[in-house]
């Protein structure tokens, strides 16, 4: 099923990235699209604080791949991958490989800034999620959900 909504404000954005947050569980593979400035290390974060992860979380810039260990409390999973493919415009199949190979492992939460340039190695039931810039403010998200992920609405 595919959900449009439109966002007025990065606080907006924030709010329904919080939500996604607490709906998602191990495993899950969370992929980002759209243009510089979308919001998506906005909605990144903001994933990551439904998940109780409160700081840390920027673009991963020259590491490609961050690491955020979930409090304990959370049951949700252990851990959160962003890997953010910006700097990667033309992916070696090397470095396709090697992303292929952590997402097999299916044992973090998994969220991908820029996920059309490995778009051919996402699973199928990946979490996508296209940004669009409207004006200055106004963002059109759009998310492929999935049945067992009712809370995201
Ligand atoms: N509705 C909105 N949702 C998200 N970000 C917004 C919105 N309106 C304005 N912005 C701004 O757009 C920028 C998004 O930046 P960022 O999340 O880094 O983009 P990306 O990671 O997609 O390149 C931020 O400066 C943010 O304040
Ligand atoms: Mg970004």
Redesign the pocket.
């Known amino acids: 099923m595919v959900k449009s909504t439109l ?4 606080e ?2 924030r709010a329904f990235g919080r939500e996604i947050g607490k709906s998602l569980s191990n495993g899950d593979i969370v992929a980002l699209f ?1 243009e ?7 909605l990144v974060k903001a994933i990551c604080e439904g998940l109780g992860i409160v700081e840390g979380v920027k ?1 991963p810039s020259f590491t490609i791949i961050r690491e955020y260990i979930l409090p304990k409390s959370r049951q949700a999973a252990n851990k959160v991958y962003h890997i953010d493919l910006y700097r990667v415009a033309d992916p070696s199949a090397i470095f396709v490989r090697e992303v292929y190979e952590y997402l097999r492992e299916r044992n973090a939460i998994y969220m991908i ?1 820029w996920a059309d340039r490995i778009e051919h190695i996402l699973p199928p039931d990946t979490i996508k999620i296209y ?1 669009k810039i409207i004006d ?4 059109e998200i759009t998310i492929n959900h999935l049945n067992h992920h009712p809370s995201i609405s």
């Open positions: 966002s007025h404000s990065e907006e954005t759209g510089l400035g979308a919001g998506k290390t906005v673009s800034e940004m200055e403010t106004v963002r």
